[in-house]
T-cell receptor, first 115, second 112 residues
Framework: NAGVTQTPKFRVLKTGQSMTLLCAQD?????MYWYRQDPGMGLRLIHY???????AKGEVPDGYNVSRLKKQNFLLGLESAAPSQTSVYFC??????????????FGPGTRLTVT | GESVGLHLPTLSVQEGDNSIINCAYS??????FIWYKQESGKGPQFIID?????DKRQGQRVTVLLNKTVKHLSLQIAATQPGDSAVYFC???????????FGRGTSLIVHP
């Protein structure tokens, strides 16, 4: 059981370039999330999904797009990268609430630098 | 808007001491609280949770206390070990929402 995996682990982009971050989970979770974490800051929600084929905006969605074509995968796209998008990106997933417990399982993160 | 925040950004303790990490929240509708631990270079990991109908919950070496009157919760770590060094986040959720709100985090440094 790999849990939540993220690809790639590191990436350097030039301003204006595009890229896609891939998140995969093998726990059959319904919900998936993309967060960004900046130094000294908490986690800020970019987009999330409550099921296959559905997506919704979070706190900081501008400049990002997402897709959830398969239940186990959640893709985060940057169409035209900007230096302000330099950050560490975390994907997370969570099940429906078994036994009343709400827990998010996080991936190891992707460190993105935009120059 | 409503927010979850932490009183201290950094906490330094000696190995073996007890640690207390505090968290204030402002949304009176929050009914579920979670503590996460984030080690350097890793994603956050669930530690313990508590619902608003409780005021205390204990786990292995950790205790969470909730004071709804002053909208405050704390994470107590007994006999702190070097492996406890990490950033600790509190998060809160309101009923019916799948989306938690995270605080800024407290860095716990354990000195041997």
């Amino acid at each position: 059981n790999a849990g939540v995996t993220q690809t790639p682990k590191f990436r350097v982009l030039k301003t204006g370039q595009s890229m896609t971050l891939l998140c995969a989970q093998d726990m059959n979770h319904e919900y998936m999330y993309w967060y960004r974490q900046d130094p000294g800051m908490g986690l800020r929600l970019i987009h999330y999904s409550v099921g296959e084929g559905t997506t919704a905006k979070g706190e900081v969605p501008d400049g990002y797009n997402v897709s959830r074509l398969k239940k186990q995968n959640f893709l985060l796209g940057l169409e035209s990268a900007a230096p302000s998008q330099t950050s560490v990106y975390f994907c997370a997933s969570s099940p429906l609430e078994p036994e009343g417990r709400y827990e998010q399982y996080f991936g190891p993160g992707t460190r993105l630098t935009v120059t | 808007g409503e927010s979850v925040g932490l009183h201290l950004p950094t906490l330094s303790v000696q190995e073996g001491d007890n640690s207390i990490i505090n968290c204030a929240y402002s949304n009176s509708a929050s009914d579920y609280f979670i503590w996460y631990k984030q080690e350097s270079g890793k994603g956050p990991q669930f530690i313990i949770d508590i619902r608003s109908n409780m005021d205390k919950r204990q786990g292995q070496r950790v205790t969470v206390l909730l004071n709804k009157t002053v909208k405050h919760l704390s994470l107590q770590i007994a006999a702190t070990q070097p492996g406890d060094s990490a950033v600790y986040f509190c998060a809160e959720r309101t009923g019916g929402s799948y989306i938690p709100t995270f605080g800024r985090g407290t860095s716990l440094i354990v000195h041997p």
